[in-house]
């Protein structure tokens, strides 16, 4: 089981930025991908953005070009870089992990969610 560690949440102006941050822990397993989901009060979960273990990223459209993902594979971290915020970003944001267990099975991980709240 692989477990994540997110970090970097907190309250921030309209406008402002911040970098949110997980870290993926275990043993016996190989990332396939990471990414970020968020899940505003009364609303789904909806996806923010993706990256494969090659790098490939994936946005939600309303998020391509404010939000950056990136990773450190040697280190499993995966960050999610939040620039031009607005008081709509506000929600709780889910760190999930796709990988391969040691039998060579495909498995998701979710951590425990950092809030974001951006005030106008």
């Known amino acids: 089981q692989v477990q994540l560690v997110e970090s970097g949440g907190g309250l921030v102006q309209a406008g402002g930025s911040l970098r949110l941050s997980c870290a993926a822990s275990?043993?016996?397993?190989?990332?396939?991908?990471m990414g970020w989901y968020r899940q505003a009060p009364g609303k789904q979960r909806e996806l923010v953005a993706t990256i494969t273990s090659g790098g490939v990223t994936n946005y939600s459209d309303s998020m391509k070009g404010r939000f950056t993902i990136s990773r450190e594979s040697g280190k499993n971290l995966v960050y999610l870089q939040m620039n031009s915020l607005k008081p709509e970003d506000t929600a709780v944001y889910y760190c999930?992990?796709?990988?391969?267990?040691?039998?060579?099975?495909?498995?998701?991980?979710w951590g425990q969610g950092t809030q974001v709240t951006v005030s106008s």
């Open positions: 275990g043993g016996g397993f190989s990332l396939n991908a």
């Open positions: 999930q992990a796709q990988y391969w267990d040691f039998v060579g099975t495909l498995r998701s991980s």
